[in-house]
């Protein structure tokens, strides 16, 4: 240290190398944390927001004829608003809601557990959707929601939703949540 106070030469250099080294530590440690799929950090949240509304993935069934959605949404608006599967103009009423699996083939949604009705504000409701059975062999879905509410048309798209394995006597699926 010079008269004034200030570090300098080989001193100025450990310090600085303390630092460094300090933050690479640091940073490596974060980078080596292990991360189980049963960890917050994980877990795949499949969940789409606006300003008009949040829909969340809560599960998904497979069974031997068919594939339930279910879903958690919410009317993020301060007053009741109509919500409901919409075809985009000019299109199918199929194209409304689909899901594609890793294979890719389309699979048209069959039933719904809801009505074309209008949502509580800020009110978390959930709602399933049902699908055409995949065929085997499939190990992941992509689901296509076209939403509409009011006039206003959204796509969400949630990609890659892991299927849950198959029991083994009766071809039903378990819950993946």
């Given at each position: 240290?010079?008269?004034r106070g200030h570090v300098c030469g080989a001193a100025k250099l450990a310090s600085t190398a303390v630092t460094c080294i300090s933050a690479i530590?640091?940073?490596l440690s974060a980078c080596t944390t292990p991360v189980s799929p049963q960890s917050p950090e994980g877990a795949h949240r499949f969940q789409y927001n606006s300003r008009l509304f949040t829909m969340e993935l809560k599960n998904i069934e497979v069974f031997?004829?068919?594939v339930k959605v279910t879903l958690m949404y919410t009317?993020?608006?301060?007053?009741?608003?109509?919500?409901?599967?919409a075809a985009p103009p000019k299109t199918l009423?199929?194209?409304?809601?689909?899901?594609?699996?890793?294979?890719?083939k389309r699979y048209r949604w069959t039933?719904?557990?809801f009505s074309n009705r209008q949502f509580a504000p800020q009110v978390p409701e959930e709602i399933s959707i049902n699908f055409a059975k995949v065929q085997s062999g499939a190990t992941s879905v992509s689901?296509?929601?076209?939403w509409a509410v009011g006039t206003q048309h959204t796509t969400v798209?949630?990609?890659g939703i892991a299927l849950p394995p198959v029991a083994s006597s009766t071809g039903f699926r378990y819950v993946q949540q």
């Open positions: 240290m010079n008269p530590v640091l940073l031997d004829d068919s009317n993020r608006q301060d007053r009741p608003a109509g919500g409901q599967i009423s199929s194209d409304a809601a689909y899901i594609v699996d890793d294979k890719g039933g719904k557990s689901l296509v929601v076209n798209t949630f990609r």
